[in-house]
């Protein structure tokens, strides 16, 4: 493919005197795992809970003595509600309506701490607000290592937490205690109860060595190499992994998986899914080899991925797609899904590099992990030719931030998405434009090798910016990640008609996935309207003429936000206000047009002219248009073939007495905007009463539209 003409444009960074080589400036940094787990855990399925213990050797690699050790116990922030991340609380609310057996406390948890050893000798311990602190026997020096062993008993909650169960998917994560990180230059370990808004991802890489004794019938996923142990006891069976060098230790289990496999180039790449639909392999067969495109392109423009597989698995998480170490974690498959336009697959897998193995601590400095992941993403579909979710869709971004990239979650609150995802990946553009392609390849190529299996901060980040591309370069870049309100530099944003023409690209490529959605979706659907004019089909807006002053300005303000639409998503469009012009063009233009005609039908020359081909057109959708056009106070819209052309549409926006009543006006307007969407159900007609509520309507009913729905 042709490189992209932007890349060398712009005003180049300030370059060290000297050339740069990697080997030259960065030492090689070797992979140490200062931890090393072995875990023996078994699953009780009748009360979803696991018995587990666990051995834990720990090298004191600071230069401080240690007199305690410290563990996260995420599993607890399922105690109580108010501790629960908000992040599934939507999800949950949703399946606490669908199963109204289950009771509140069925949808919480926790980790039960039963004994801490060192050399059979008993340590006294602590487990308060998801950190357990032990207390060692004897203090370690530096250099020094200790192990402990540790039983403990975990009830997993219903529902749809990272730690759950529901239906007949086990979601294992945060499920046995983890040595938390020890910050050396503050002398604490980082206590920190799991973020209830976002994130708190951050663990040392360490070596890990698991026995988990399930059913019999149960498939279970982890990271690592994976053998299993049969018939050790009645119905039940040891699945053993065992996964060196990772950040993140999860498992995901189910009696109904069915798993997908293919190797290439000493790479494993596996899907596990629920066999639940027709030609659901084909598509995972299609998802495995996206995966692949992206693993090879990512292990070239950074680092090599340096395990021999790659998990994903699908569960019954909805909206959200979660990065672990190794694995990744998506929702259901549809059989319109499609692997190519799937960019959240794409940012899951690149979190293999800004996560699993550049680590990061993601409740003070989410922005190295989401903006790299997401910067990313778009660079990978760039270099694919996609026009939309390419460079382009961070070009188009102007919008501002009052908070800095670089800010905590605590401090970004719910903006988490703007700021880290958008304002982090616009940052990282910039920075991308300034330099160069091959410049900021050798930067990314320099970070890796410096941070792998490490923790890397938002300062050495710079300070690598600095030793590879020099001081203005480091100056830019630390500008753009801590001052609020980050916007590209004009040099690197869309022109005006640059602006106008992804848009239109971008609203046709969202009318074709939600439409293409639903199987078999009605011909007469007032959204496809929409669709047909960025498709560039012509089309019309007819008014009704000879109406009163107040039904005038309604029906211009109409005209005004279906005109401001269009004009924002660069469909073209005529509008016919006079009678003696649309009789000019009914035969002619607007014979091959989609028309959107506003107004009383009795005094709309379109309506008139064609009433009885519109009745029997209506008729065929259920629109019973001669009762509803006489019912008093009735109003709404409905969407037929168009009377003399069966490849276009009219689509009716229509009130019955002289004009809406200023009470039922907003609410008018409202349904008329979400009509022609493609967030909400797609109708084919809807009559309202004269408040403004829907008394009756048909409809079809968008699966995406709950993704779309306000919380």
């Known amino acids: 493919m042709a490189a992209c003409p932007i890349l060398n444009t712009g005003s180049a960074a300030a370059a060290p005197s000297t050339e740069f080589t990697v080997s030259q400036a960065i ?108 207390n060692l026997e004897h203090p370690i020096q530096p250099g020094e290592s200790v192990s402990v062993q540790i039983q403990f008993n975990l009830k997993i909650p219903y529902g749809s937490q990272r730690l759950s169960y529901y239906k007949d998917i086990i979601n294992g994560a945060h499920w046995f205690p983890v040595v938390s990180v020890y ?49 050790v006891e009645n119905g039940r069976k040891v699945v053993s992994a065992v996964a060196q060098n990772t950040r993140e230790f999860v498992f995901f289990a189910s009696p109904n998986f069915k798993v997908d496999s293919v190797t290439r180039n000493g790479l494993t790449v596996e899907y596990y899914y629920l066999d639940n639909q027709p030609g659901k392999k084909k598509i995972v067969d299609g998802y495995i080899d996206q995966a692949f495109k992206a693993i090879d392109f990512f292990s070239d423009k950074y680092g090599k991925y340096p395990y021999p597989e790659f998990r994903v698995v699908e569960s019954y998480v909805e909206g959200v797609a979660i990065e672990y170490s190794r694995v990744i974690q998506m929702g259901q498959i549809g059989l319109n899904s499609d692997p190519g336009q799937d960019t959240v697959f794409i940012h899951e897998i690149a979190h293999q590099w800004f996560h699993a193995l550049i680590g990061n601590n993601s409740e003070t400095e989410s922005f190295l992990d989401e903006g790299f992941a997401d910067f990313s993403t778009v660079y990978f579909t760039e270099k694919l030719g996609d026009k939309l979710q390419g460079f382009k869709s961070i070009q188009f971004d102007e919008s501002t931030e009052d908070k800095a990239i670089a800010s905590t979650n605590e401090e970004v609150g719910d903006l988490a998405s703007p700021v880290f995802y958008n304002k982090g990946r616009q940052a990282i553009y910039q920075l991308y434009r300034s330099v160069g392609e091959e410049q900021f ?111 005038n300005k309604q029906q211009e303000l109409m005209v005004n ?148 729905a306000e919380n």
Not at 201 to 212: H, L, N
Not at 626 to 655: D, E, F
């Open 27 to 134: 030492e090689d940094v070797k992979s140490q795992t200062p931890i090393q787990y072995r875990i023996e855990a078994r699953l009780n399925e009748n009360n979803m809970t696991i018995e587990g213990s666990e051995s834990i050797t720990y090298k004191n690699t600071s230069k401080d003595t240690l007199k305690e050790l410290v563990f996260h116990t995420y599993a607890d922030a399922n105690r109580s509600k108010s501790t629960q991340t908000t992040m599934f609380e939507r999800s949950n609310q949703e399946i606490s309506k669908d199963n109204p057996d289950k009771k509140p406390e069925d949808f919480l948890g926790g980790i039960d701490i039963k004994k801490v050893m060192t050399d059979s000798r008993a340590l006294d311990f602590s487990n308060k607000n998801q950190a357990l602190i032990v």
């Open 183 to 231: 910050d050396e230059a503050k002398h604490e370990w980082d206590t920190k109860p799991y973020s209830q808004t976002f994130e708190t991802d951050y663990y040392t890489s360490a070596d890990y060595e698991v026995q988990f004794n399930v059913p019999e019938q149960y498939q279970v996923m982890m990271p690592g190499t994976i053998t299993t142990r049969d018939d």
């Open 441 to 551: 390849d050798t930067l990314m190529k320099a970070y890796f090798k410096r941070y792998v299996y490490q923790n890397a901060t938002i300062d050495g980040l710079l300070q690598t910016i600095e030793d590879v591309l020099g001081k203005e370069a480091r100056s830019d870049m630390k500008q753009a990640l801590y001052e609020p309100n980050f916007v590209l530099k004009p040099e690197y944003q869309l022109s005006n008609e640059e602006k106008t023409a992804y848009l239109h690209d971008q609203f046709q490529s969202l009318y074709e996935s939600a439409l293409t959605q639903v199987p078999n979706l009605p011909f007469e659907t007032m959204s496809r309207v929409m669709h047909k004019a960025l498709q560039g089909e012509p089309l019309a807006i007819v008014i009704s003429d000879q109406v009163s002053k107040s039904a």
């Open 561 to 708: 936000q279906l005109t401001t639409l269009f004009d924002l998503s660069g469909v073209k469009y005529d509008v016919i206000r006079d009678r003696q012009i649309l009789k000019k063009k009914m035969k002619k233009e607007l014979a091959t047009s989609n028309v959107i005609v506003i107004g009383q039908a009795q005094s709309n020359g379109w309506v008139q002219a064609l009433k009885s081909n519109i009745m029997e057109r209506a008729d065929k959708i259920g629109f019973q248009w001669k009762k509803n056009m006489n019912q008093p106070s009735a109003n709404g819209a409905y969407v037929i073939k168009h009377p003399y052309n069966q490849n276009r549409l009219m689509l009716h926006y229509y009130w019955n007495e002289d004009h809406l009543n200023s009470g039922a006006l907003e609410s008018y307007m409202m349904n008329m905007q979400k009509s022609i969407g493609f967030t909400d159900a797609y109708y084919q007609y809807y009559v309202l009463d004269k408040k403004g509520q829907v008394s009756e309507d048909k409809k079809v009913d968008n699966p995406l539209s709950k993704f779309f």
